[in-house]
């Protein structure tokens, strides 16, 4: 597709402009506007040609996302739609993936896992609940970072965008240790921040069966 940006979808600038700021700085999009509505979605649209991804607010002032979803599907079938909602209600990524959507993510997940759903997105692949649990990297980059057993671990997990008192819940270590296991990650990689390492990474996954 000829143009390379996103249109974020919500009826809160703000929340809107957080998320096109990231996209722009984390997610190799050249540009990312915003729209409060669905008149303004299109105007955006007419003026600039179809995005290349659409990240969307399941809950608009007037109703749910789920008509615009449909329309722009069926108009622009090569756009990428991630859907994101502060609403935790488990029926809503299966209606959001029912009406042709992409993607889900809760707003309240971490920025690397948005990150994530991007990437897969751009990759043509799905990412709802049932679909993003694993992420494996390619063993052929873990050995040129020369990472330890527990540090791919610790990894593994970042890529999935746990927080570092999951992390340590499920490797049964403290907070400090994996923040310094982290630490040591990033200096490897050569990166500043967790969600550099989901950049630098994310197009090195091993597939998925």
């Not at 809107?16 to 997610?27: M, P, Q, Y």
């Not at 890529?159 to 570092?164: D, F, K, T």
């Not at 240790?177 to 921040?193: A, D, Q, Y």
């Amino acid at each position: 597709m000829g143009q390379n940006y996103a249109l974020v979808i919500d009826d809160h600038p703000l929340v809107a402009s957080g998320i096109a700021s990231f996209l722009n700085t984390h997610c190799h999009f050249r540009q990312a506007y915003v729209a409060t509505d669905e008149e303004s979605c299109y105007r955006h649209i007419r003026d600039n040609g179809p995005p290349e991804l659409v990240v969307i607010d399941f809950w608009l002032s007037s109703c749910t996302a789920l008509k615009l979803l449909k329309e722009i599907k069926q108009r622009y079938a090569k756009v990428r739609l991630l859907v994101v909602s502060g609403d935790e209600n488990n029926d809503i990524w299966q209606k959001v993936q029912n009406a042709g959507g992409h993607g889900f993510v809760l707003k309240n997940e971490s920025p690397e896992l948005f990150s994530q759903a991007v990437f897969a997105l751009m990759d043509n692949r799905l990412w709802f609940p049932a679909s993003n649990k694993e992420i494996k990297i390619k063993n052929s980059v873990l050995q040129k970072f020369n990472l330890t057993p527990r540090q791919e671990e610790v990894l593994h997990m970042m890529m999935r965008g746990l927080p570092n008192k999951r992390i340590a819940s499920q490797l049964a270590i403290s907070e400090p240790t994996v923040k310094e296991h982290i630490s040591n990650i990033l200096k490897k990689l050569g990166v500043n921040s967790r969600v550099e390492v989901i950049t630098l990474l994310h197009g090195n996954r091993e597939p998925l069966p």
